[in-house]
């Protein structure tokens, strides 16, 4: 999948849009109990994301590959 939007929603969402036209959301909310994950508890740290197309990846450093977005999103 190759993202072509990610829109940050509230509640940890994030609504996706892929290449080839699949849409839906993304519940970050069961990966902030990660390390990586803790800054964007703090909802302007979750605005701070940037569309890699292959990923999705965050100032702090976070990220999530396409294809664990695709296998969760719904």
């Known amino acids: 999948m190759i993202i072509q939007q990610v829109i940050p929603k509230e509640n ?5 849009v892929a290449e080839n036209g699949r849409s839906g959301e993304f519940d970050v909310g069961p990966y902030l109990k990660g390390e990586a994950f803790e800054p964007l508890k ?7 994301i940037h569309n890699g197309k292959y990923f999705i990846e965050w100032e702090c450093g ?12 719904k």
């Open 12 to 16: 940890f969402i994030l609504r996706i």
């Open 42 to 48: 703090n909802p302007e740290e979750f605005k701070k």
């Open 62 to 73: 976070a990220d999530l590959s396409a294809d664990t977005i695709e296998a969760h999103l």
